[in-house]
Protein backbone atom coordinates (compact mmCIF):
# COMPACT_ATOMS: atom_id res chain seq x y z
CA UNK A 1 0.00 0.00 0.00
CA UNK A 2 1.46 3.05 -1.06
CA UNK A 3 1.63 6.25 1.66
CA UNK A 4 -0.01 9.52 0.68
CA UNK A 5 1.60 12.43 0.63
CA UNK A 6 0.02 15.49 1.78
CA UNK A 7 -0.02 18.09 -0.74
CA UNK A 8 1.15 21.86 -0.43
CA UNK A 9 -1.79 23.48 -0.29
CA UNK A 10 -3.57 21.31 2.68
CA UNK A 11 -0.25 21.69 4.80
CA UNK A 12 -0.79 25.52 4.01
CA UNK A 13 -4.29 25.50 4.71
CA UNK A 14 -3.32 24.27 8.03
CA UNK A 15 -1.15 26.45 8.93
CA UNK A 16 -2.70 29.35 7.86
CA UNK A 17 -5.69 28.46 10.10
CA UNK A 18 -3.09 28.56 13.32
CA UNK A 19 -1.78 31.91 12.49
CA UNK A 20 -5.04 33.23 12.15
CA UNK A 21 -6.43 32.06 14.65
CA UNK A 22 -3.32 33.53 16.93
CA UNK A 23 -4.04 36.85 15.54
CA UNK A 24 -7.79 36.65 16.13
CA UNK A 25 -7.01 35.68 19.69
CA UNK A 26 -4.54 38.95 20.03
CA UNK A 27 -7.32 41.06 18.13
CA UNK A 28 -9.82 39.65 20.96
CA UNK A 29 -8.02 40.12 23.84
CA UNK A 30 -6.93 43.14 23.05
CA UNK A 31 -3.21 42.92 22.69
CA UNK A 32 -2.22 44.49 19.36
CA UNK A 33 -0.06 47.16 20.58
CA UNK A 34 2.60 44.16 22.07
CA UNK A 35 5.07 43.63 19.48
CA UNK A 36 6.70 40.73 20.71
CA UNK A 37 3.13 38.64 20.80
CA UNK A 38 3.23 39.84 16.60
CA UNK A 39 7.12 37.80 16.45
CA UNK A 40 5.78 34.49 18.14
CA UNK A 41 2.90 34.14 14.63
CA UNK A 42 6.69 34.28 13.03
CA UNK A 43 8.05 31.26 15.15
CA UNK A 44 4.35 29.69 14.30
CA UNK A 45 4.71 30.15 10.65
CA UNK A 46 8.67 29.10 10.21
CA UNK A 47 7.82 25.73 12.44
CA UNK A 48 5.11 25.49 10.36
CA UNK A 49 7.21 24.59 7.25
CA UNK A 50 9.78 23.20 8.86
CA UNK A 51 7.35 20.57 9.69
CA UNK A 52 6.01 20.28 6.16
CA UNK A 53 9.47 19.26 5.13
CA UNK A 54 9.84 16.83 7.44
CA UNK A 55 6.21 15.54 7.04
CA UNK A 56 6.93 15.38 2.92
CA UNK A 57 10.38 13.31 3.77
CA UNK A 58 8.61 10.96 6.19
CA UNK A 59 5.77 10.40 3.69
CA UNK A 60 8.15 9.99 0.82
CA UNK A 61 10.08 7.74 3.00
CA UNK A 62 13.23 9.92 2.89
CA UNK A 63 13.12 9.20 -0.78
CA UNK A 64 13.75 13.10 -1.64
CA UNK A 65 16.75 15.55 -2.35
CA UNK A 66 17.49 18.88 -0.65
CA UNK A 67 15.76 20.69 -3.75
CA UNK A 68 12.53 18.39 -3.42
CA UNK A 69 12.08 19.72 0.19
CA UNK A 70 12.76 23.16 -0.29
CA UNK A 71 10.40 23.54 -2.90
CA UNK A 72 7.91 21.62 -0.54
CA UNK A 73 8.41 24.06 1.72
CA UNK A 74 8.31 27.29 -0.33
CA UNK A 75 4.62 25.93 -2.36
CA UNK A 76 3.69 25.75 1.53
CA UNK A 77 4.85 29.58 1.98
CA UNK A 78 3.22 30.37 -1.52
CA UNK A 79 -0.25 28.72 0.26
CA UNK A 80 -0.17 30.52 3.35
CA UNK A 81 0.94 34.00 1.73
CA UNK A 82 -2.16 33.92 -0.24
CA UNK A 83 -4.81 32.51 1.99
CA UNK A 84 -3.10 35.40 5.14
CA UNK A 85 -3.30 37.81 2.27
CA UNK A 86 -6.99 37.14 1.71
CA UNK A 87 -8.01 37.17 5.32
CA UNK A 88 -6.11 40.27 5.84
CA UNK A 89 -7.62 42.22 3.13
CA UNK A 90 -10.80 41.13 4.28
CA UNK A 91 -10.28 41.65 7.81
CA UNK A 92 -9.35 45.09 7.32
CA UNK A 93 -11.94 46.13 4.83
CA UNK A 94 -14.69 44.13 6.00
CA UNK A 95 -14.46 42.39 8.79
CA UNK A 96 -12.67 44.50 11.17
CA UNK A 97 -12.49 47.89 10.06
CA UNK A 98 -11.24 49.48 13.50
CA UNK A 99 -8.11 47.35 13.42
CA UNK A 100 -6.72 50.31 11.09
CA UNK A 101 -7.78 52.85 13.48
CA UNK A 102 -5.91 50.85 16.29
CA UNK A 103 -2.78 50.47 14.76
CA UNK A 104 -2.81 53.61 13.80
CA UNK A 105 -3.00 54.75 17.66
CA UNK A 106 -1.22 52.48 18.40
CA UNK A 107 1.61 54.20 15.91
CA UNK A 108 0.67 57.62 17.85
CA UNK A 109 1.17 56.44 21.07
CA UNK A 110 4.43 55.22 20.55
CA UNK A 111 5.93 58.42 17.85
CA UNK A 112 4.65 60.92 21.02
CA UNK A 113 6.57 58.59 23.32
CA UNK A 114 9.73 59.24 22.03
CA UNK A 115 9.03 63.05 21.48
CA UNK A 116 11.35 63.41 18.38
CA UNK A 117 8.68 64.10 15.99
CA UNK A 118 6.71 67.56 15.78
CA UNK A 119 3.13 66.79 16.22
CA UNK A 120 2.44 68.14 12.73
CA UNK A 121 4.51 65.64 10.86
CA UNK A 122 2.91 62.61 13.12
CA UNK A 123 -0.48 63.73 11.67
CA UNK A 124 0.83 64.00 8.29
CA UNK A 125 2.76 60.56 8.36
CA UNK A 126 -0.06 58.76 10.04
CA UNK A 127 -2.62 59.90 7.66
CA UNK A 128 -0.25 58.83 4.68
CA UNK A 129 -0.20 55.62 6.66
CA UNK A 130 -4.15 55.64 7.04
CA UNK A 131 -4.47 56.04 2.94
CA UNK A 132 -1.93 53.15 2.21
CA UNK A 133 -2.31 50.83 5.17
CA UNK A 134 -3.87 47.96 3.07
CA UNK A 135 -0.86 48.51 0.49
CA UNK A 136 1.56 48.39 3.16
CA UNK A 137 0.13 45.16 5.02
CA UNK A 138 -0.01 43.06 1.79
CA UNK A 139 3.86 44.20 0.35
CA UNK A 140 4.20 43.29 4.50
CA UNK A 141 3.22 40.17 4.35
CA UNK A 142 4.74 38.94 0.84
CA UNK A 143 7.90 40.41 1.65
CA UNK A 144 7.99 39.13 5.18
CA UNK A 145 6.49 35.75 4.36
CA UNK A 146 8.84 35.42 1.39
CA UNK A 147 11.89 35.76 3.56
CA UNK A 148 10.89 34.12 6.43
CA UNK A 149 9.69 31.23 4.15
CA UNK A 150 12.23 30.64 2.16
CA UNK A 151 14.46 30.42 5.29
CA UNK A 152 12.32 27.98 7.19
CA UNK A 153 12.33 25.67 4.02
CA UNK A 154 16.07 25.96 4.00
CA UNK A 155 16.09 24.70 7.45
CA UNK A 156 13.25 22.14 6.85
CA UNK A 157 15.22 20.80 3.86
CA UNK A 158 18.41 20.63 5.83
CA UNK A 159 17.09 18.97 8.74
CA UNK A 160 14.78 16.69 6.93
CA UNK A 161 15.80 12.92 6.45
CA UNK A 162 17.41 12.06 2.57
CA UNK A 163 18.10 9.00 0.99
CA UNK A 164 17.25 9.47 -2.59
CA UNK A 165 17.68 6.54 -4.51
CA UNK A 166 19.16 6.56 -8.11
CA UNK A 167 16.33 5.15 -10.34
CA UNK A 168 18.91 3.93 -12.35
CA UNK A 169 21.17 2.06 -9.71
CA UNK A 170 18.72 -1.22 -9.70
CA UNK A 171 19.03 -1.90 -12.78
CA UNK A 172 20.90 -5.20 -14.20
CA UNK A 173 22.67 -5.36 -17.41
CA UNK A 174 21.91 -7.77 -19.69
Known amino acids: METKVTSPQ ?3 LIISLVLIVYGLII ?3 DHMN ?6 VQY ?9 ACISYSNQMNANVTFGNLFAHGFKTTAVITVIVLIYTILAFNV ?3 DMVDK ?3 ISRQKMEADGKVPDEQIDKSLQMMKDHFTLFAVVGIIIGFAIIGAIS ?4 AAVAKKKPQDPFGNQAIQ
Open 153 to 156: SLIG
Open 34 to 39: HPQLSY
Open 95 to 97: LFP
Open 43 to 51: VFFLAGIIW
Open 27 to 29: YFV
Open 103 to 105: SIE
Open 10 to 12: VKG
